[in-house]
């Protein structure tokens, strides 16, 4: 299965600023996602991404908020912007595709103050 | 749509004895289903998947589940547990035709020593 390196691992950021993510994968992969997990909650899918196309946003998750870049079929980031407090959470991407079975990176925990 | 109800939020066991840890899920498509792990402070790892064929799947560390259609359910077990088994389990299902997973709200495992 793939290997993916995610990073940065931790940050403490200003509320109004934004960090962006990034997730890189050891083979080429057609479909990448990227996933929040609230404090003590489950992981909600935010949005999906597929090279030379645009990401394809979940319900409650928009672009302005959560721009996401898909360079190539190894790399893809993740932009949170005018961060606040709420946004606060663990932020994951993945791999896979179906019954094939999903990878997770290690995962982005950010503290926004 | 597709959805996961794990019950328990949170499971204390003793050291050396069984658990289970259940998990139904709802779809109105033929489904296939993940076992995930988290450590604390780290990513999600596969525990073990159901695709089709024989009920009773085997995955790493000794952990076991078994998919019965009738009750929609997908409970993963484990006869002996130990303490290196403290993590957050969740229960994942994805349709065929569709990329995305839908994860339950994660069951805390605890084991006392």
Redesign the interface.
Known sequence: ?AVIS?KPSRDICQRGTSLTIQCQVDSQVT?M?WYRQQPG?????IA?ANQGSEATYESGFVIDKFPISRPNLTFSTLTVSNMSPEDSSIY?CSV????Y???????T?LTVV | AQSVTQLDSQVPVFEEAPVELRCNYSSSVSV?L?W?VQYP??????LL?Y?SGSTLVKGINGFEAEFNKSQTSFHLRKPSVHISDTAEY?CAV?N??????T????TRLTIIP
């Open positions: 299965s995610q479909m996602f909650q489950s992981l909600t899918l999906t994951l896979g595709q179906g019954s079975g999903y990878t997770f990176g290690s995962g925990r | 296939y993940f995930y402070n780290q990513g999600l790892q596969l998947k695709l969740f994805g065929f035709g569709n990329e995305k997973l994860f339950g709200t994660g």
